[in-house]
């Protein structure tokens, strides 16, 4: 998931390459999910052909799509979406353990991913290459927005799944309790702005060193 606001400014090819971006971000994220779960034991998401970057498998038309592109022409905050990656836990080693390992999986590969873009972008700083080096830059700034905003200890949120394998199972189930909620608890963060005060200084902490 991702939080979305407004980008003043933006012509239809720009808007069309920022939507690309998100897209190639949500599907590294989720493949990495996939594959995570693979490594781990289950192969329900590999054989649901979730082990894949091609996008077509993981798009949510409104949570990648139509959420993003609103957000973008309104200003209306919205948070998007994939399709989240099927887990069955039977099939892990240690189902906690393993399921906050599959988790992590994802907001890890969009670190790697903001890494990989901050070394293209250092080359291009250099040149005067404007509408590539921009997209590379959001490439970064996207994908680092991607791992700080999933590690939330929100369920459904990475973070929340994550939290659930570190608690006492007693304490576990007081956060999945949560789960049918957290969509909104995320949106009661956004608008009392304590989501930007949890998010906004480790974003740029990371920013500033890879960029």
């Known amino acids: 998931m991702v939080r979305w606001c407004a980008l003043a400014n933006l012509d239809l090819v720009q808007i069309g390459l920022l939507l690309a971006v998100l897209i190639a ?7 990495a999910h996939a594959w995570a779960a693979d490594r781990l034991g289950d192969p329900t998401a590999r054989l649901m052909g979730r082990l894949s970057l091609n996008p077509l ?11 993003p592109l609103v957000a973008i022409a309104t200003g209306v905050p919205l948070i998007g979406w994939a399709k989240p990656v099927p887990v069955n836990v039977r099939n892990l080693a240690s189902p906690r353990r393993d399921f906050a390992l ?5 907001p890890a590969s969009n670190l790697v991913l903001a890494a ?29 927005l991607l791992a700080v905003f999933n590690l939330i200890p929100v369920p459904p949120l990475d973070g929340g799944n994550i939290l659930l394998g570190i608690l006492p199972p007693s304490l576990g189930g007081v956060v999945e309790r949560l789960r049918p909620y957290g969509i909104l608890v995320l949106y009661g963060l956004m608008f009392s702005g304590l989501l930007s005060r949890i998010t ?8 500033d060193w890879l960029l």
């Open 25 to 31: 971000s949500l599907s590294f994220h989720e493949a």
């Open 57 to 67: 498998v993981h798009i949510d038309p409104i949570g990648t799509v139509l959420f």
């Open 102 to 106: 599959v988790a992590a999986a994802g």
């Open 116 to 144: 990989g873009g901050a070394a293209v972008f250092t080359v291009l700083r250099g040149g005067d290459l404007g509408t590539v080096a921009y997209t590379v830059a959001f490439f970064v700034m996207m994908n680092v």
């Open 200 to 207: 906004y200084p480790v974003q740029n902490s990371i920013l």
